[in-house]
């Protein structure tokens, strides 16, 4: 199929300011349809869940339809679908709850190549359990995290091993499921962080491997919500801190207070989106998200070459990130000026990028740019352009 992506733009309002969005992951726009979720379920009226009149029945239903439609993104199940503010409150969240049963000398593997918040919420849970961390290393040469080490770094004292399923700044796609085979292998719990990777690739939990997948629906098209999702059986043998009335099973307990229920709205039609962004899809929403995500996947491909080539073609260009599987994500610096600098020259032609480390600290510590400010990141998504990438291209151009 060829990706319309004239049609895509088409319902993003923000996209018509002008500037070239390519910090989409640091959070993307959001369609219309997104707004309008949001915005309808408050003119409807809403009410707290659980009540005997209409309004509270609708917002039952707000967190019924966004359970499923977490389900049908990443393969899960919505009964296995914790709802929250975002990953890394989440992720707190289960370190918590999941490191009550490590006894000390048990064991933990994280990456370098994860975002901090794959990280330290299990290495501060370490230290209060006495477990001990071990880390698998990236391959500066490749930037790849090779599947190989895990074999070595997990022992019959493994509890969890936390991964990646791509890197937020070199965009490394790690072979999760080799990891998770390895972990699984000794009996450890596998906890992916799909933050970066969901709004890129097809998504399939099971298949990766992941006992937990954790992903943020602002990162594809959708409100700052955040979910884990896990299966239901395994949920249930934890027991996270809650209040005494709160539900005694199912992902309820692991979702504190009231939820924004409108803004789950906004995350079921983000979904919806998903699903539509290959309009021949037929099928159930779970095989039109399947085929909308691989013709994405596609189209960023071919885009994000455009944007490396030209990157590449430059001298006063540093890329970094080489891995053979990645998300169309692009780390860069350039000679004679600071990140911070490059990243305020392109604002000043209209482009939006970030700069900085992006909480990516492990690794840009194993790259040498903590503490020379980062690096610049510009990440495509489904709705950048040709016109996008040539902007930045134009603008890094200038600064040689
Ligand atoms: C790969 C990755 N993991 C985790 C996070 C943290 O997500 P949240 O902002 O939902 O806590 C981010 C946010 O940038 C991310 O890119």
């Not at 906004?266 to 399947?290: F, I, K, N």
């Not at 990141?377 to 990438?389: K, Q, T």
Request: hydrophobic share 45%.
């Amino acid at each position: 199929m060829t990706f319309d992506v004239h049609r895509v733009r088409a319902v993003y309002p923000a996209l018509s300011d002008g500037y070239a969005y390519l910090d989409g992951a640091a959070g993307t726009q959001v369609p219309a349809a997104v707004i309008e979720a949001i915005a309808d379920a408050y003119r409807s009226g809403l009410g707290n869940v659980g009540g005997t009149f209409p309004a509270s029945g609708r917002s039952g239903s707000l967190v019924a339809e966004c359970r499923q439609a977490l389900a049908d993104l990443t393969g899960g199940s919505p009964d296995g679908v914790i709802l929250g503010p975002n990953m890394t409150t989440l992720t707190y969240r289960l370190a918590d709850t999941l490191s009550r049963r490590w006894e000390p000398g048990d064991e933990v593997v994280v990456s370098r190549l994860d975002h901090d918040a794959n990280i330290r919420p299990w290495v501060q849970a370490a230290a209060r359990r006495g477990a001990v961390v071990r880390w698998a290393e990236v391959d500066i040469s490749t930037t790849e995290l090779p599947s190989a080490q895990y074999r070595e770094l997990v022992s019959e004292r493994t509890r969890l091993v936390a991964v990646t399923a791509a890197s937020n700044v070199v965009g490394t796609r790690p072979d999760v499921a080799a990891i998770a085979a390895a972990a699984h292998a000794v009996g450890a719990l596998v906890y992916v962080d799909g933050v970066h990777a969901t709004p890129h690739v097809p998504v399939d939990a099971g298949a990766l491997g992941a006992d937990f997948y954790a992903t943020s629906a602002y990162k594809w098209s959708g409100p700052h919500i955040g979910t884990v999702v896990a299966e239901p059986a395994l949920l249930e043998t934890l027991h996270p801190d809650k209040l005494a009335p709160a539900p005694e099973s199912g992902p309820g307990r692991f979702e504190r207070g009231t939820a924004a229920f409108a803004d789950l709205a906004g995350v079921t039609a983000a979904v919806e989106h998903l699903a539509s962004l290959d309009p021949t899809a037929t099928g159930s929403r779970r095989q039109r998200v399947l085929a909308s995500m691989a013709a994405v996947e596609e189209y960023e491909t071919r885009l994000f070459a455009r944007l490396l080539d030209g990157l590449g073609a430059m001298e006063h260009v540093t890329r970094y990130g080489r891995a053979a599987r990645r998300a169309p994500t692009a780390f860069f610096t350039v000679a004679g000026h600071s990140p911070r600098q490059i990243a305020a020259h392109l604002a000043s032609r209209r482009v939006n990028v970030w700069n900085g480390d992006n909480y990516a600290w492990e690794l840009a510590g194993v790259l040498g740019l903590r503490d020379s400010g980062g690096a610049v990141r510009a990440g495509l998504v489904h709705y950048n352009d040709e016109a996008d990438v040539d902007r930045l291209l134009a603008a890094v151009g200038e600064l040689a």
